[in-house]
């Protein structure tokens, strides 16, 4: 069951950056803008750079290899906002100071055996 998981204390990211956590498997990408946290993918679903090592302005990350920017609310492709590509988001919340992220845990995988084998 997924839950929300501590990354780090509130005061370690400074304003207006991000950083890289692993959470449930997953890299996510933490950020402090305007005096709130946000959480998406930190992979860049272009070419896989760490969005949490890009800039911040104006609500979105741009992607430190391309530029590609992506909003750090709901990881929409800002460059292209109608396209299906973005970053997934995750739930953040503080409590008692610690900064926790939400990652939903992984699908289960398929352990179907092939009908057959060949030889």
Request: glycine share 10%; net charge negative; aromatic share 8%.
């Amino acid at each position: 069951m997924s839950e929300y998981k501590s990354v780090a204390d509130v005061g370690e990211i400074p304003e207006g950056e991000g950083r890289s956590y692993s959470v449930n498997g997953r890299m996510v990408a933490v950020f402090l803008s305007g005096g709130e946290y946000y959480a998406i993918s930190d992979t860049c679903p272009h070419m896989g750079a760490s969005l949490g090592a890009g800039a911040i302005e104006d609500g979105a990350v741009s992607c430190p290899w391309h530029c590609w920017r992506f909003s750090i609310k709901d990881g929409t492709w800002l460059d292209s906002p109608n396209s299906k590509l973005k970053a997934d988001c995750f739930s953040v919340r503080v409590q008692d100071d610690e900064i926790q992220v939400l990652v939903p845990d992984p699908p289960p995988r398929s352990h179907s055996a092939p009908d057959s084998v060949p030889m």
